[in-house]
């Protein structure tokens, strides 16, 4: 007897979804049958993105998303509902970072970082909330999935990218905040946070002797690819998950214990 996830019938909005995990994410959840939305400011990255998703047979749409902008998340999230449906799992991905130390930081980098990960995290689930809460709560279970994409940098500061660290620490605040408040809606509000994944943002790093020695420091001396979150990404976005709220959740290969 097996058990699967099955997303058929849904819609799911993923930000950041021009590379790294958050183009994983996108592929994993159509491939449970979701139909994703894919939203960065990287448009042409975006169509390629979906199709791949459709060559796979999966249904995919692009919008423009700026998060930083907050008339264009508006804009993007009801551009992405009328081509797709109401949203019913939100992926809140998108983040940058600088590496720097913080006596070094200045406002505009302070800024830079605050204005992606937190304010524009906030923004976006904000938006898709309110459509969901005018919805309602359709079956009387918890019916609707954010998942904030936080960091293991948000549970144990990181050298040289401790501004990074707190956006993602004020993240985990924001996603436990939104639990309290939307779960009586039927929204459920969970974070993941992972520890060092190989993507093509960083892959040269890990070769380098900073990266060689970054490595040395993690539990089993590996990072993590992509893929070691699909289980995680699947099971937050499920109906399976509906008693998991509030919970942030480390994948990290046991770094942050």
């Not at 958050?22 to 939305?37: M, P, S, T, Y």
């Not at 913080?102 to 990960?117: C, G, S």
């Not at 420091?217 to 709220?245: C, H, T, W, Y």
Request: one cysteine or more; charged letters at 20%.
């Amino acid at each position: 007897m097996g058990c699967s996830i099955n997303l058929e019938g849904k819609v799911a909005l993923v930000t950041g979804a021009s590379s790294g995990l958050g183009a994983r994410f996108a592929h994993i959840l159509a491939r449970a049958g979701a139909k994703v939305v894919l939203a960065s400011r990287r448009v042409e990255r975006l169509k390629e993105l979906r199709a791949e998703i459709e060559a796979m047979g999966g249904a995919a749409h692009v919008v423009s998303l700026d998060v930083t902008d907050h008339a264009s998340i508006k804009a993007a999230i009801a551009h992405a509902e009328t081509e797709a449906g109401t949203i019913d799992i939100l992926v809140n991905n998108s983040g940058v970072s600088t590496t720097q130390k913080l006596v070094d930081v200045t406002p505009e980098d302070f800024q830079f970082v605050f204005d992606t990960n937190t304010r524009g995290a906030f923004f976006v689930a904000q938006e898709v909330a309110k459509r969901m809460i005018r919805r309602g709560n359709l079956n009387g279970q918890p019916t609707y999935r954010i998942i904030n994409v936080a960091s293991v940098a948000g549970l144990r500061v990181l050298p040289q990218i401790g501004l990074y660290s707190m956006s993602k620490a004020a993240v985990i605040h924001m996603t436990k905040a939104m639990a309290q408040e939307w779960g009586r809606h039927g929204i459920n509000v969970n974070a993941i946070c992972p520890g060092y994944i190989d993507t093509e943002i960083n892959h040269h790093h890990w070769s380098s002797e900073g990266g060689q020695k970054l490595l040395q420091m993690l539990p089993r001396k590996r990072v993590g690819k992509p893929e070691d979150l699909d289980g995680l990404m699947l099971l937050l976005a499920a109906d399976e998950s509906q008693f998991i709220n509030g919970a942030v959740i480390s994948a990290d290969d046991g770094f942050s214990v």
